[in-house]
Every structure is written in structure tokens, then in C-alpha cells.
């Protein structure tokens, strides 16, 4: 399954809708990519605001200093800084259109505990590596270079898990996990009424979620479409 396409129209993503027969809940998947054109963003608000519940990603900060997440997301600020991109980085005003959301990911609190048992070498080696990535695609990136690194499908999913690194345990498998559960209990409590639940999450946490809603609960994709992320 394409889920974010680097092609010869740009960077795409697809936003799928699922249902099941038995049951009138649906889910409407929307891929997340957190620097993009504005256009992108602008279009995902447009139609969340035809969703009845929004299912989000977004580590919640705690009172006091940033969490360790804000860490990793520098290298989102860096590249949004880059004036010859021409892109921006993603905010929470996305999802702010009037629809309840619920927030299916960790506190600041929980991200920093997972994040100080990790080993030193691994949170080193991030803690160097996300603004150093940022500021070379802020100086030399380009769009192309970008949509290849952030293009994902069934294949890219399983090459680039690496379960023996901590690190990827904490960002995605751990999230994985709160995604899940979140859409779980929505199915549970819910299958019975007739509304669209938008789940708005990062590219790299979709193919993991479909395969559980399709195997799992007994989902199907019935349609998706592009939405272009940015050209090039």
C-alpha cells in the first residue's frame, strides 16, 4: 500500500477511507507529513471539518521545559526555515476546526521517562543527528531529496524498523501502540453509530494501523486520494 508518493506530480499522500459491512463507523485516514506546503495543510482542515471525531498525534507537553520529543522535531523547524524550500512546518491549528479531538499519544511526562531509560549512545547519537539533518536540508536540501526520504509504503515500513533500537521502540512502536488502543476503544463504544472518525497521524504510523484495522477488525479499504503534499 502507497501511503506517501514521490512521483513525477511531487510528494502525495493518500487519505483513505475504510469501512466494514456489519457496522457503520468509518475511518478516514489522513498520512502526516510535518513540513509542507501550506496548501497541504490548509486542505487537510478543509476536510476535517466534515469528520465527527478527530483521532490526533501530538505529544502533550507537560507544565515547565519542553519535552525531550522537542528534541527530535528540531530538524522540522530547521528545514521550515529554509527559504528556498519554501515549506512550513506542521502546527496543531491543523486539527483545530471545531471538531473534538482526542489525542491518542504520549504526555511529556511519559516521552521523557521512555527517552531517559534509552541508552546513552542512542540519545546522543539523536540528540546530534536531528539538528544537524535539519540545518543541512535548511542550507543544501532540496524537495526532491526531501519527498524520497519521507516516501512510505508496506516496504519502506518494514526496512526502515529497526525493533533492536530503543529509539525506534519510543517513536513508533510505543505510539503505535497508543494509536491502536485509542481506535480500539473507539470501535468498541462506538461501531454502532453513523459517524467518520478522522485519524490524523504520522505517515510512518499508517501502515501498522491499517493492517490492524484490516485484520483485526475486519476493515477494508474502500477509496483513497492523492493529496499533494508539495511539488518539485
Known amino acids: 500500500m502507497d501511503v506517501v508518493e514521490a512521483g513525477l ?41 466534515d469528520h465527527d471525531l478527530i483521532v490526533a498525534e501530538g505529544i502533550q507537553r507537560s507544565a515547565g521545559s519542553p519535552s525531550k520529543a522537542s528534541l527530535l522535531t528540531q530538524v522540522h523547524r530547521l528545514t521550515s526555515r529554509s527559504e528556498r524550500l519554501g515549506l512550513v512546518e506542521q502546527t496543531r491549528a491543523v486539527y483545530e476546526v471545531g471538531v473534538p479531538i482526542l489525542w491518542a499519544d504520549m504526555s511529556g511526562a511519559e516521552f521523557d521517562a521512555k527517552w531517559r531509560k534509552l541508552p546513552l549512545v542512542e540519545r546522543a547519537a539523536a540528540s546530534v543527528a536531528a539538528p544537524l539533518t535539519g540545518l543541512y536540508l535548511r542550507a ?83 477509496d483513497a486520494e492523492w493529496v499533494t503534499v508539495f511539488d518539485y
Do not use: C, N
Open 140 to 222: 543544501f536540501g532540496t524537495r526532491e531529496a526531501l519527498a524520497r526520504q519521507v516516501a512510505t509504503d508496506d516496504d519502506t515500513d518494514i526496512d526502515e524498523w529497526r525493533p533492536e533500537l530503543g529509539l525506534d521502540r519510543l517513536i513508533r512502536d510505543d505510539r503505535d501502540a497508543l494509536l491502536i488502543q485509542a481506535v480500539t476503544k473507539i470501535y468498541e463504544e462506538r461501531r454502532h453509530e453513523h459517524i467518520d472518525v478522522a485519524i490524523v497521524y504520522g505517515a510512518a504510523h499508517v501502515p501498522p494501523l491499517v493492517a490492524y484495522l484490516m485484520a483485526a477488525l475486519g476493515y477494508v479499504v474502500i
Open 9 to 49: 506530480l511531487g510528494l502525495r499522500a493518500a487519505v483513505a477511507q475504510l469501512t466494514r459491512r456489519e457496522t457503520p463507523l468509518r475511518f478516514t485516514i489522513y498520512p502526516m507529513i510535518h513540513v509542507a506546503e501550506p496548501a497541504f495543510y490548509a486542505e487537510v482542515s478543509r476536510r476535517l471539518r
